[in-house]
């Protein structure tokens, strides 16, 4: 399974976001407002989830603000992390 594909389902699945399936959520679209329609709660516990499974910490706002834009920017996010 690819970081993204973990990661729509962490969504998914943490933020109870039941009337979407991992396939439906587009790698490229935006994870806040008219993309996925996340809000600033969802953004917390994503970084506690991100954290929780795969170790890697979002230390301020502007760093959340880069890696939150999509799935895309997340997955690359999350996997330059963990490499280095």
Same mark, same amino acid.
């Given at each position: 399974?690819?970081?993204?594909?973990?990661?729509?389902?962490?969504? @998914? #699945?943490?933020?109870?976001?039941? +009337? $979407?399936?991992?396939? /439906?959520?587009?790698?490229? &679209?935006?994870?806040?407002?008219?993309?996925?329609?996340?809000?600033?709660?969802?953004?917390?516990?994503?970084?506690?989830? @991100? #954290?929780?499974?795969?170790?890697? +910490? $979002?230390?301020?706002? /502007?760093?959340?603000?880069? &890696?939150?834009?999509?799935?895309?920017?997340?997955?690359?996010?999350?996997?330059?992390?963990?490499?280095?």
């Amino acid at each position: 399974m690819t970081t993204n594909e973990k990661l729509k389902i962490i969504i @998914i #699945q943490e933020l109870n976001l039941e +009337e $979407i399936t991992p396939e /439906e959520i587009d790698d490229e &679209a935006p994870l806040f407002g008219e993309g996925l329609g996340l809000d600033s709660l969802d953004a917390v516990e994503l970084v506690v989830q @991100i #954290q929780k499974h795969f170790g890697v +910490e $979002i230390k301020d706002m /502007e760093e959340g603000r880069l &890696a939150f834009r999509s799935i895309n920017t997340l997955g690359g996010f999350i996997e330059e992390r963990r490499a280095a």
